[in-house]
Nanobody, 122 residues
Framework: QLQLVESGGGLVQPGGSLRLSCAAS????????IGWFRQAPGKEREGVAC????????DYADSLMGRFTISRDDAQNTVYLQMNSLKPEDTAVYYC???????????????WGRGTQVTVSS
């Protein structure tokens, strides 16, 4: 059974950076796409980025305007989300999810982590 655990969240000032990790156990990630989603208080969960398996092509939400970078290290069974130039509106719980294919619709994902809190505030 595939299990995902997010880490790396925390409190950061506007303009700062964080790197989130999504570590998998139970199954190799090589043939899974990993999506990052976030959910702010009172808002729906939204897609942030997704990285495909075998080649690791990343797709991003247009609203991010190039501030985030998704990458994967299959040897470490881990996917990363590098977040730069953080803004208060990036404050949310960030989740990773796995499926053989990238999807922006979260309902396609069967495997989810429990999330890590990111707070951007001065």
């Amino acid at each position: 059974q595939l299990q995902l655990v997010e880490s790396g969240g925390g409190l950061v000032q506007p303009g700062g950076s964080l790197r989130l990790s999504c570590a998998a156990s139970g199954v190799r990630l090589d043939y899974y796409a990993i999506g990052w989603f976030r959910q702010a208080p009172g808002k729906e969960r939204e897609g942030v980025a997704c990285i495909s398996p075998i080649g690791g092509r990343g797709d991003y939400a247009d609203s991010l305007m190039g501030r985030f970078t998704i990458s994967r290290d299959d040897a470490q069974n881990t996917v990363y989300l590098q977040m730069n130039s953080l803004k208060p509106e990036d404050t949310a719980v960030y989740y990773c999810a796995a499926d053989p294919f990238c999807h922006w619709n979260l309902n396609y994902y069967n495997y989810w982590g429990r999330g890590t809190q990111v707070t951007v505030s001065s």
